[in-house]
C-alpha cells in the first residue's frame, strides 16, 4: 500500500504578511499543494493522508470548492482528511454541510473513530480537533487491532497544549504508520514508524530548511513500513546565513557580498543574515537597500565598532569620554555592557565632534 502523508498546508494564510512579496507567498501555500495532488497521481499512491491544518482558518464554502476540484483531478486516490487546531470543526462550519467527491473521507469526529478500505485491506485510525487546545493525553492507551489488516493512525498535536502525547509509546503502539501533524519541520521518528512531514511551505522565518511531503509504502504481507522518503515540493525556503565584516568593510563591500550569497542560493528564497565582527566606528550599514532588491526577511546587526579604547583614555583623561570608559569597561564584559559601552561612547564623541 502507497502512500503520501502530508499536513498543515495552512490555506489561507499569508506569511511575511508585511512583505512586498506577501501575495506570492499566499500563492506558493494553493501552488504547493496542487503539486501535492499532482504528486499523488504520478506516484500512483493508495492514499493521501492529511494530518490536520489543511485550512489556516475556519474555511469558507469557496475554499472547500477549490480544493474539491484538485481532489476530483485524482479519483483513484483515496484522501483521508483531520482537521487540526486551526481548522478545527466548529459548530457553524461551512465543512459539516460539504459535500466531499467521493474518494474523499474527511473524519469529523471528536472521538477516535476509523474507516475501512477493504480492497487495499487498510484501517485509518483519526479524530478531528472540535477545540483550539488539548491539553490531555487521552490517546496514551491506544493499541492497535492485531487483525491481519494495516492500520494507519493520523494524529495533529505533540506538544503542551495539542495533544501532549509520549512518542516513545506511540511508536509502540502497534500501527503500521502513525501520520502526524502540527509540527512545520519534517522529521521521521522511530525508525520511520511515525513520522511529521512538516508544512509543504515554510511558513515564517524560523521553519528553515527544505519542506515537502512523505512518500511512503508498507508490505501488504508483513503489515510493515517498507520505505519513507521526503519529497521536497516547496517553492521558497527561508535560509539563515552569518557574514563575518571587519573594520576594513564598506557599505558597498557587504551589500555586494550579501547579493553574492543571495544569487548563489537563488533568488526565490528568503533570507536572515546576521552580520557579526569588528566594524569602522564611523561606519553604518545600510540595509534597507538589500531588502528592496531580494527576499530579506530580517538583518541581525551583531558588529561592534573597533574603538581604540587606549587611545581615547589618552586623549580624553579627565572629561566624560576618559571617565565613561573608565567606569563601563571591565575584562569580561556581558553583550548588553557592551552595547552600552560602544553606544555611550559614539553619543559622547559625537557630541564631542558638534562642539568643535
Not at 495552512?10 to 512583505?19: A, L, R
Not at 490531555?136 to 487491532?145: F, L, M, T, Y
Not at 522511530?190 to 515554510?202: D, I, L, T, W
Request: aromatic letters at 10%; glycine letters at 6%; proline letters at 6%.
Amino acid at each position: 500500500m502507497k502512500f503520501l502523508h502530508t499536513a498543515d498546508i495552512h490555506w489561507g494564510m499569508t506569511p511575511d504578511s508585511d512583505s512586498p512579496w506577501s501575495r506570492e507567498r499566499y500563492q506558493a501555500i494553493k501552488d504547493t499543494f496542487t503539486q501535492i495532488i499532482t504528486k499523488a497521481r504520478d506516484a500512483e499512491v493508495n492514499c493521501l493522508f492529511i494530518s490536520g491544518d489543511l485550512f489556516h482558518r475556519q474555511p469558507l464554502a469557496r475554499d472547500l470548492k477549490e480544493i474539491n476540484y484538485l481532489f476530483t483531478t485524482i479519483p483513484g486516490v483515496r484522501i483521508i482528511i483531520i482537521a487540526g487546531n486551526h481548522d478545527r470543526i466548529r459548530t457553524n462550519s461551512a465543512l459539516l454541510s460539504f459535500a466531499w467527491a467521493p474518494n474523499v473521507t474527511f473524519i469529523m469526529n471528536e472521538e477516535m473513530t476509523s474507516v475501512y478500505f477493504e480492497d487495499i485491506n487498510t484501517e485509518i485510525h483519526g479524530f478531528s480537533y472540535h477545540t483550539m487546545d488539548i491539553k490531555e493525553n487521552w490517546i496514551e492507551d491506544i493499541k492497535a487491532p492485531e487483525d491481519g489488516r494495516i492500520h494507519i493512525l493520523m494524529v495533529h498535536g505533540g506538544d503542551a497544549t495539542h495533544l501532549p502525547f509520549d512518542r516513545k509509546s506511540l511508536a509502540e503502539a502497534g500501527f503500521s504508520y502513525v501520520a502526524l501533524g502540527h509540527i512545520h519541520k519534517p522529521e521521521i521518528i522511530a525508525e520511520g514508524r511515525m513520522a511529521y512531514p512538516g508544512s509543504p511551505e515554510p511558513l515564517d522565518k524560523t521553519e528553515t530548511g527544505p519542506h515537502g511531503v512523505l512518500l511512503g509504502e508498507i508490505n501488504s504481507a508483513t503489515l510493515k513500513l517498507e520505505s519513507l522518503n521526503f519529497v521536497p515540493l516547496s517553492k521558497s525556503q527561508y535560509i539563515p546565513l552569518a557574514i563575518n565584516i571587519t573594520p576594513s568593510t564598506t557599505n558597498t563591500e557587504l551589500d555586494l557580498r550579501i547579493s553574492q550569497e543571495i544569487e548563489k542560493r537563488g533568488r526565490q528564497n528568503l533570507y536572515r543574515f546576521r552580520v557579526c565582527g569588528m566594524r569602522d566606528p564611523d561606519l553604518t550599514f545600510d540595509f534597507e537597500n538589500l531588502k528592496t532588491k531580494y527576499r530579506v526577511v530580517e538583518v541581525l546587526d551583531e558588529t561592534e565598532p573597533q574603538y581604540d579604547f587606549g587611545a581615547l583614555l589618552a586623549e580624553h583623561p579627565g572629561d566624560m569620554i576618559g571617565f565613561y570608559i573608565q567606569t563601563l569597561q571591565k575584562p569580561e564584559m556581558s553583550p548588553v555592557e557592551k552595547k552600552a559601552l560602544y553606544y555611550g561612547i559614539s553619543a559622547l564623541l559625537r557630541t564631542t565632534d558638534e562642539r568643535s
